[in-house]
């Protein structure tokens, strides 16, 4: 059941942390079990699934894209898109601070750090991360809120809390001369829990809401 699932991730997370409900592959008439629930805050990895979803869907959820962001595709989630988990270059969030503009909106963000010892993974290092920072002061039309990471995909939790540890003490880091920091967006279905251990403030789970993909 998949709202008993909902339930139950809820009553063992505390309030400061953010639920992202991961919908990606899923049908709006599974989605609407969870909002039902009380679920306002949804995500999605295709920007082509994001806008027909948002547009079929009621209006007073939040949706977040935390999927690899290409800057041709920004132009179809500006009007609505509530956070951009994936910022991986300065071209993208100049790209999207852009398409913010031109809907006379300002977008939330967070930086995606590469944290996990995989090549695929997209992500900023440290010093590209300040230098997107910086830059970002310029940008009227988008916020830097935090940082994300993804963690090996790994079984060995050693590995996968250090990695995580990595990026708190970044954020931390981070957050002495940029008070605006406030999301550390980390943590999935398998790790979650120890995530939140580390410090996540926002964790993103589909598969144990939604049961397995298809």
Known sequence: MISENLKNILSNISDEVTLVAVSKTKPNSAIMEVYHAGQRVFGENKV?????????LPKD??????????????KYIAPFVALIHGIDSLKLLKEVNKRAA???????????IHIAEEETKF????VEAI?????????????????MGMATNTADESVVSKEFAGLKQLFTKLQTTNSQLKIISMGMSSDYPL??????????VGSAIFGSRN
């Open 48 to 56: 082509q699934d994001l806008a027909a979803k948002a547009e079929a």
């Open 123 to 126: 992500g900023l290092n440290e």
């Open 195 to 204: 995530a939140i251990r580390q410090g996540s403030t926002m964790v993103r």
């Open 102 to 112: 031109q809907n006379n909106r300002v977008i939330d963000c967070l930086l995606q």
């Open 131 to 147: 230098q997107v920072l910086n830059a970002a002061d310029e940008l009227k039309n988008v916020c830097i809120k935090g940082l």
């Open 61 to 74: 959820i939040q949706w977040h894209m935390i999927g690899h962001l290409q800057s041709n595709k920004v």
